[in-house]
């Protein structure tokens, strides 16, 4: 029963796709065409700004360009197509650097795979959609980009705006002053009239006194002189 309904299933779902494309075949075949009169129309001809044609090697009015001969493109270009030759200078400062001698491409043999365009660190090559290309000798498809007496395009060192440097004093803080200690005037009644002394001084002389009163014999209270003589006469009699 399990494959009765498989092969059934699989049937209904042939027939849907086979009515889809019929259906669009069909929508096509009423669709109004549109057909480019090449090389008549050669002026009005729109092509896709991406539309990979033909690489190039952009220069500016001064003859310079931004290739720096890494040879990323080359080691990347699945064809070999590109080949990338330098040389060593001296600068003026006494240092050797590395520039561009030549730069050739081959249009024969390139798939337009972009390769080359999207791994370039200095984005110094690009491709155009300049579609006709076509000689009849094969050696004329080997170009080489970069122009005679160009050189390399030296970077701009960019400026930064010097900014304005603003002063800001900081708030004098005025050192902390402790109180000073309040004078506590201990008024003492040993022998003398009231002195003012300072606290240190009457707890010093407070301790002195309680020693003196520790040393001092406790001595016991005299009778008054009238009992004194009556215990007299009491024990004569």
Not at 16 to 31: C, F, H, I, N
Not at 33 to 62: A, G, W
Not at 128 to 139: D, G, I, P
Not at 155 to 182: D, G, L, N, Q, R
Request: some cysteine; overall charge neutral.
């Amino acid at each position: 029963m399990s494959s009765i309904s498989k092969y059934f299933s699989g049937l209904f779902t042939g027939i849907g796709s086979l009515l889809g494309g019929m259906a669009v075949t069909w929508k096509e075949l009423w669709t109004k065409k549109v057909t480019q009169q090449y090389p008549e129309n050669r002026d009005t001809l729109v092509i896709s700004d991406r539309f990979r044609c033909e690489l190039t090697m952009p220069h500016d009015e001064n003859n310079e360009h931004a290739c720096t001969a890494c040879g990323i493109c080359e080691m990347n270009c699945p064809n070999g197509t590109i080949t990338v030759n330098s040389k060593i200078i001296e600068t003026e400062d006494g240092k050797k650097k590395k520039i561009l001698d030549t730069y050739s491409w081959d249009l024969g043999m390139c798939t337009f795979c972009n390769l080359c365009v999207l791994t370039c660190p200095s984005s110094a090559i690009k491709f155009n959609n300049t579609f006709e290309n076509a000689v009849f000798t094969r050696s004329k498809l080997v170009q080489q980009l970069n122009h005679e007496g160009s050189k390399l395009r030296e970077k701009k060192k960019e400026v930064k705006p010097v900014e304005p440097v603003i002063s800001v004093k900081a708030p004098v803080i005025a050192s902390e002053t402790k109180p000073e200690a309040p004078v506590v005037d201990v008024k003492t009644t040993v022998g003398s009239p009231e002195v003012t002394e300072s606290p240190i001084a009457a707890v010093l002389a407070a301790v002195k006194e309680s020693k003196i009163e520790a040393a001092e014999p406790i001595v016991a209270p005299k009778a008054p002189a009238k009992e004194q003589e009556a215990k007299t006469e009491t024990t004569e009699n």
